[in-house]
């Protein structure tokens, strides 16, 4: 694709992405010397409603954000996989493509692409290394640590660029999939969405994602639901996180793990929360207790150590089992309701669902902060906002909120404005127009 598909028409846009793309080119070259590359750009995510679904094999609808990683890569003859970064934060790695590929300390950027790097040889035979200079610098890149999946980004990214150099040509839902798999090399145990946002999402549209597969072909149900034209969608970061959201997230995927073992007890069918759908809440909510401890489990005939599968354990020792099954099943239902919401133009609607939402995720899955406390509240001031809430996996982060497109300039200055005299911290406002799914991009020079 082109630069002018990829980010729009907006001239002075296209312009300054061009520059980007040169700095980044000329990185490369400083790195690994000149000659023919090529070059692939992936969009971080924001999610409009449906969190903490996806590994329950949900519903979800994020939107690709235009933010992007550029990822350049030379095909090289042997299996290494050299890595240069455009931020010297980001020191040079490298390592050999296998199907058993060691990680770098935790923590380590490069063990995002290793993940994909040892999916690619498992599942999909790559054998081919390459050279490869990543730049996700600001202010085109996706903001790191701020739950937008920036990492999600880094991974596709590498698989998407190891397809193209092994001449691979990969289904795009099989490759989501796979990147879904590849990113649990870290220890999280996250679920599709990023993922699929990442390769499947088009400008301008949502993603509807139904993650549960399609019996028997395996296949995911996804759809484009258009965004109202007259609402932007503005997302804020709180500029705080916790420092290592593994645990916790680990923790609720455990809790949910649990529900479903102890909910089979009496409906072996169930797989899943989602496979809960249609089935009445009064007839299973006696085996969900408040909390469970994992001996009250083990007593039970279930293992946590078997349910978290080699992913690094909860840090909690009571699963709140009960409060994380009414979140994922009531926000099911919510994504199916707004999805229905667009279709109809019923902003109000979605607004409702949005706010529900978010109730929902501090009050049953509690993955809110006083900070995201501040911004919603902050946001839900600004007169014809919709829908203001938490977004991604939560702990920190960032809200989303659906602004008149008449509001905007007044929402970007006064929400940060109130939330630095709240708490003492700088916010980033910014829109977001619906972009691309990941592309290779084939014009990017001024000529
Ligand atoms: C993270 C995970 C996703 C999803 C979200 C929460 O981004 O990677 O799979 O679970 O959190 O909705």
Redesign the pocket.
Known sequence: MELIEIYGSDLVHSHRQEERYEQALALFSEAFGSGPVDVFRVPGRV?LI??????SQGY?LPVALDRDVLFIARPRTDGTIRLANAEAAFPPESFVLSDAISPAVHGHWSNYVRGASQMMAQRLGATRGMDVLVDGRAPWGIPRGA?L?S??ALTVAAAVALEHVNGLAVDRQVLAEAC?YA?WYVG?R??????FAALLSHQGHALFLDCRPEAGTGRYHTQAVPLPPEYAIVVVNSGVRHRNTSPL?NTRVAEVRSAVALVQQRFPQVRSLRDLEGIPWESYVDLLPEEQSPDDLAQRGISLATLMNGGIMPDSVNLQVRARCRHVTGENARVLAAVEALAQGDVERLAKLMREAHASARDNFDISTPELESLVRLAEEIPGVKGARL????WGGCIVALVPVTSVETFVSRVPQGYQRATGLRAEAFVCSAGHGASRVTEYTRS
């Not at 996250?190 to 993922?195: C, K, N, T």
């Open positions: 999610n449906g969190e903490h679904t996806d590994y979800v739950g999946s990492s999600s879904g990113e999280t996250g679920g599709i969405m990023d993922q997230f977004t991604g996996a939560g």
